[in-house]
């Protein structure tokens, strides 16, 4: 791919079960702004056997255009299928920038689609611009478990490729009204080139509630929990917010909560509209995950606790008196 | 069954610090360990070793100290520890680092299984391994549960966000485990002990004749890092007091609301 012909800022639009994942429509949002800096055009990708939705939705997100592939072969992902797809659309219409969501599979596509491509990726940005003189994408993440962050350039090869975790960026506004060019290219993929075969899919059984990068209210909970049956605590605040609990890694270390709900380095990135702390120290690792939330409300016996460097309001104090306290007023607030 | 297993060592990131007046990490006295999520990548090989018989063989890429997490892997169960060390590897990205394994592991191979963690604790990409699998053009599945062998066939679970892929595939096969993949055992006395005095091989870029130099190194990386710093915090937060949890409560709330976020 060259540096002079290449063009266009790309974001993946990943589904499952024809659904698209909001963090392919949040990447549309980052993508925009790449797009502008770089002064080239912002498309969609969308690989799969229903695609409606998808093409829906990169449209009501900003796409200007979007390019499809269709076939019973995108049904699930797999990387021989979609890799495959994915490198004719770039051989064909050579990109500048690919952007694709941290996700199993994201992660997976995009480590391919860099290898084949022989050009660099930088895995879970949380910001993005663009260095202007060189048409370079800067690439921020967080290394070290936070601890540390690093701005990426991938200067002498294209297209440059990154890869950012859900939740990492909010969606932008929907405009209904937004008709991007739709290029619908015929890319089927042999049966035999396709190596690994989904024979049955388990469906995850409903954890506590609603996902954690789609709730608008975490209640959070870390080691001053103590057991796994005091989560219920939270679990009540979250419920008269509307919002679900999240846990720091103690939390997940100690077995009082499964990891599908850690918020942090290792566990989920989050940005709800309000983050609740309760009993959390702040490590790095938990902080990178949750730094980004709208407001933070931090709740902690220890008032040199580094939680509270990053909080909105800080309340010193037990989480098992403050909490229950928040509940039974807002219920009474409700009611009024 | 022929297993290879890519070990990182890492610094235990848990414990790294940061040096308040230079603003820098601090990773003097940090311990070094095996990468977490490669102890399930391990486990996972030892497990299949015992269920169908073969060789574990351990790799990592790294300087000489790297040696102590292969001396633990052995002390686990791995049968052979190879380090992978020059100094032309050094300040590889993940396009770089996942090339020269993939050419260590052909140059020791050939292998039924290529196993790693899904992403190591230092740099969390998560790319590496599954780049090693497009560099050697194998199949791969990240994020593996477990595996077992059916005939010509192996059945692999693999962790999704929405449930659990259940996938069928063949030999040979690159997989990534993670922390919910099993339970590392731990190691017996006498393995520690073997694993103490047992020869830990080195392979050098003379060991690999056919090694592309453009690919390999600072140089041969596509990613190159501008500028690091660490995240800055300052306190901004508003306290909130009371006399009584309930006043506090109150106070909280009447906050949010007339910040509008409630």
Not at chain 1, 189 to 197: F, G, L, S
Not at chain 1, 281 to 292: I, L, N, P, T
Not at chain 2, 225 to 231: D, L
Not at chain 2, 235 to 257: R, Y
């Amino acid at each position: 791919m060259s540096f002079e012909t290449c063009k266009d800022v790309w974001v993946f639009i990943e589904c499952f079960q024809g659904e698209p994942k909001s963090v392919g429509l949040e990447l549309l949002g980052q993508g925009r702004k790449l797009a502008d800096g770089l002064k080239q055009q912002l498309c969609a990708v969308v690989i799969g056997k229903d695609v409606d939705a998808a093409v829906k939705a990169a449209a009501a997100y900003g796409a200007e255009k979007v390019y499809v592939v269709k076939g019973d072969e995108y049904e699930n992902y797999s990387a021989d299928a979609y890799g495959h797809a994915f490198l004719k659309l770039c051989e064909k219409y050579d990109p500048n920038t690919i952007l694709v969501g941290a996700t199993v599979n994201g992660r997976d596509l995009g480590s391919k689609l860099a290898v084949s491509l022989h050009t660099g990726l930088t895995a879970d940005c949380t910001a993005l611009s663009v260095e202007e003189e060189s048409g370079n994408v800067v690439w921020e993440r967080p290394a070290f478990g936070g601890n540390l962050y690093a701005q990426i350039l991938c200067s002498e090869t294209r297209p440059q490729m990154g890869t950012c975790r859900p939740g990492a960026f909010k969606k932008g506004q929907p405009n209904p009204d937004n008709k991007p060019e739709i290029i619908e290219e015929a890319i089927p993929t042999p049966a035999e080139q396709i190596r690994t075969k989904v024979v049955e899919f388990i469906k995850a059984a409903e954890d506590q509630g609603m996902r954690l990068d789609e709730a608008d209210v975490i209640v959070s909970g870390g080691r001053a929990m103590k057991n796994a049956e005091n989560f219920a605590v939270l679990q009540e605040l979250a419920d008269v917010l509307g919002g679900t609990v999240g846990c720091s890694r103690a939390a997940v270390d100690a077995g009082w909560m499964p990891q599908s709900r850690q918020v942090g380095q290792t566990g989920s990135t989050v940005s709800p509209k309000i983050y609740f702390a309760c009993g959390i120290s702040g490590a790095v690792q938990h902080v990178a995950g949750m730094s980004e939330s709208g407001t933070i409300v931090a709740i902690n016996k220890d008032d040199t606790a580094p939680i509270f460097e990053v909080a909105d309001y800080c309340i010193v104090g037990d989480l098992f008196e403050v909490v229950p306290a928040l509940v039974k007023e807002l219920k009474a607030r409700q009611q009024a | 069954m022929n297993i290879v297993v890519c070990i990182k060592q890492v610094p235990d990131t848990t414990e790294i610090k940061i040096d308040p007046v230079k603003n820098t990490l601090i990773r003097q006295g940090v311990p070094s360990i095996m990468n977490p999520f490669d102890k399930n990548a391990l486990e996972t090989a030892l497990q299949l070793k015992d269920a169908y018989g073969g060789k574990v063989v351990a790799i990592a890429m790294g300087p000489q100290q790297a040696k102590a997490v292969l001396r633990e892997a052995i002390s686990m169960g791995a049968d052979e520890g190879y380090l992978v060390t020059d100094r032309a590897f050094g300040g590889s990205d993940t396009y770089a680092t996942s090339y020269i394994l993939s050419q260590a592991i052909e140059k020791l191979g050939p292998f039924d299984v290529i196993l790693g963690g899904k992403q190591a604790i230092d740099g969390d990409t998560g790319q590496t391994a599954p780049s090693i699998a497009e560099h050697l053009g194998a199949t791969r599945l990240t994020y593996v549960l477990d595996m077992k062998v059916e005939g010509d066939k192996v059945i692999a679970r693999r962790q999704v966000e929405e449930g659990i892929e259940v996938i069928e595939t063949k030999f040979p096969v690159l997989c990534t485990a993670t922390k919910e993949s099993n339970k590392p055992r731990y190691a017996t006395v006498s393995r520690k002990l073997y694993s103490l005095r047992c020869d830990i091989p080195e392979l050098t870029i003379a060991d690999f004749p056919n090694i592309d130099t453009t690919k390999i190194g600072l140089k041969g990386s596509p990613t190159k890092v501008k500028a690091t710093f660490t995240p800055k915090r300052t306190a901004t937060g508003v306290n909130i007091e009371g006399n009584s949890p309930a006043e506090i409560a109150g106070s909280l709330i009447d906050k949010l609301a007339e910040a509008k976020v409630l």
